[in-house]
């Protein structure tokens, strides 16, 4: 009736209806604190642009809306509120009990698992460093050396040959050889298998360490030929029906009877030994690892857009409010203030793309300092064996090293 006055509203309060979904909408832990989230940040920018105030008195406490997930749109068709607030997505159904605004955000749906260890069974871990090749070039390359030696020295053939063998396990060898030719070779034979060794025991050291982790599927064809299982919420669900993968039920999808997005994460992380693939928005990804999940379990969000939620703020049926605030709500858009929010909620509970992965991957994986100090240990031991040794044959000599070896 009195649109002009809309304009502005002279402090006039304005009751809400607020659905805590984080990181959207976050309520405080105590009374001292104020209203944080995403869709916060927009309705107190909405209040200082139309100059009115938020009634708090009328916010739920409630996460999970469960079956009650038309409650709030009849507190609208009653009037009791005048926005209602809280990840809601714009749907045709909505939109028959109440008036949606221009669309705040459309963030997609994304694939998100659980990574999870490439197991090692039995004695297969210890052929797992080298590559079938690299064996058999190994083998024959003993062979090789183990029947020239059987016919150069046929006297002492099994000291030769138990001197490959211990080289190549890199045991000391009791007898040297005494023809110079079977020592150059022996040498040679030592110095080769000692890189070998080196780098050998460097990649056996890193699966024990890092036990090496599967590479997840990249597509929902790879998930469905996987023999994976997809977990989403209820309200999530029909955005899926579409999909051809869910539809012939190659894919099975597991439906959470709940409205609490972050549920079908907790679902993977509690059964991580399953294939499991969890459809949620990246919002809930990153405050989820932020908040609940334990720093050991490492989340892979696959690059690949499902499809494109839509949330909006809804208001009762024919109120003024929403010609305002959708040309509020554009006019943010224009001016990139949505995009800066955004990136401000991320900050505040501090996970961003590029730090998320490399938080783990540094306290987990040997980086080339570490390969270096490895080498440099095993180059000192080996000096000091070396050193030893030298002692050992001054021993005969002086008398004073007679009392220490």
């Known amino acids: ?27 405080p832990d105590n009374t001292t604190e104020i209203y944080t989230g995403l869709e916060m940040i927009i ?36 009037r009791e509120t005048n926005i209602t607030a809280g990840f809601f997505r714009r749907t045709p159904e909505r939109d028959d009990l109440a008036t949606s605004t221009y669309v705040t955000f459309s963030v997609p749906l994304a694939a998100v698992v659980v990574r999870r260890e490439s197991g090692h069974e039995s004695l297969n871990v210890l052929i797992f460093p080298f590559d079938m090749p690299t064996w058999v070039l ?56 000692f890189v070998l060794r080196l780098v050998y025991q460097s990649i056996l050291f890193f699966v024990y360490r890092t036990q090496f982790y599967r590479q997840p599927p990249t597509t929902v064809i790879d998930f469905a030929v996987s023999g994976y299982r997809a977990v989403c919420t209820q309200p999530t669900a029909p955005l899926l029906t579409y999909i051809p993968q869910f539809m012939d039920n190659s894919l099975p999808l597991i439906v959470l009877n709940t409205t609490d997005e972050m549920a079908p994460l907790r679902y993977i992380d509690k059964n991580s030994h399953e294939n499991l693939v969890a459809i949620t928005v990246k919002d809930f990804v990153f405050y989820y690892v932020h908040t609940e999940s334990s720093r050991s379990r490492v989340f892979i969000l696959m690059r690949m857009s499902l499809n494109d939620q839509k949330i909006t703020f809804y208001v009762p049926k024919h109120s003024y409010l929403a010609e305002r605030l959708e040309n509020c709500i554009l006019g ?74």
């Open 1 to 27: 009736m009195f649109p002009i006055k809309v304009q502005n509203l002279y402090g006039c309060p304005i009751r809400m209806n607020l659905w805590e979904i984080p990181p959207f909408i976050l309520f």
């Open 43 to 78: 309705l107190k920018t909405l209040s200082k642009h139309l100059n009115f105030t938020i009634d708090e008195d009328s916010l739920a406490e409630r996460r999970d809306l469960g079956d009650d997930r038309m409650e709030p749109f009849k507190v609208l068709q009653r």
């Open 138 to 193: 190994l083998i024959i390359s003993s062979l090789i050396l183990i029947i020239i030696n059987y016919f150069r020295q046929k006297n002492v053939r099994s000291a030769s040959t138990w001197q490959i063998i211990e080289s190549l396990l890199g045991l000391p060898s009791v007898r040297i050889p005494e023809r110079l030719s079977p020592r150059v070779t022996f040498i040679i034979w030592m110095l080769s298998t």
């Open 332 to 405: 943010y858009h224009q001016m990139g203030f949505m995009e800066l929010w955004h990136k401000l909620t991320y900050e505040s509970f501090r996970i961003s793309q590029s730090s998320y992965s490399t938080k783990y991957e540094a306290a987990l994986l040997v980086n080339l300092r570490q390969i270096m100090s490895f080498i440099y240990l095993v180059v000192f031991l080996q000096s000091a064996s070396i050193v030893i040794f030298v002692l050992e044959l001054l021993s005969k000599k002086f008398d004073f090293l007679k009392k220490l070896f």
